[in-house]
């Protein structure tokens, strides 16, 4: 009896929406605790079974979407706060393109070209702060230089160089 009054007192909100949410059912579980959930699809496609309270809270803890809006509002975040580099070059990096915060990042990303020509996924804090220079070909060029020097006649301590 009292799982068909569960149903009963919330069936009439099949069909409505509520913030990003469409109820498509009301499902009642476990008589003896009283349990009733709402099988809920929010406006990006994502279908979630929730409580009741999760949608209806007074107090500004409800949900208002699977987390789909999060997301782009972070996205709209991060544009607004580096999209003035878009194209500039930092070091030996030309930023492509911003990539926000997502399941394979956590922070912010920029997608940069190298002087070399490589591209590469670039924190934006080490393009910002100058630990990431490049992809590494300037290390490389550094120690070409370096092993192509002749040291003939030099002295390293006791160590003379005699030949190259």
């Not at 009283?34 to 009741?52: D, F, N, P, V, W």
């Not at 040291?151 to 390293?156: I, P, S, T």
Request: proline content about 1%; glycine content about 8%; charged content about 30%.
């Amino acid at each position: 009896m009292r799982k068909i009054d569960s149903y009963e007192k919330y069936k009439h909100l099949i069909g409505t929406k509520i913030n990003e949410w469409t109820i498509l059912d009301v499902v009642v579980r476990n008589e003896e605790k009283h349990r009733t959930y709402l099988l809920a699809q929010c406006s990006c496609g994502e279908i979630k079974e929730m409580y009741i309270s999760d949608i209806f809270q007074q107090t500004g803890k409800e949900k208002k979407d699977c987390g789909c809006g999060h997301r782009k509002r972070l996205d709209k975040a991060v544009f607004e706060k580096y999209g003035y580099l878009l194209g500039t070059t930092i070091n030996g990096w030309t930023i492509l393109k911003i990539l926000p915060p997502n399941d394979k990042h956590k922070k912010t990303y920029a997608l940069c070209l190298c002087r070399c020509g490589a591209t590469k996924e670039v924190k934006m804090n080490y393009l910002l702060n100058g630990k990431s220079k490049d992809c590494g070909c300037g290390r490389r060029e550094t120690l070409s230089k370096m092993r192509s020097k002749d040291l003939a006649g030099q002295r390293f301590g006791k160590l003379l160089v005699i030949e190259k």
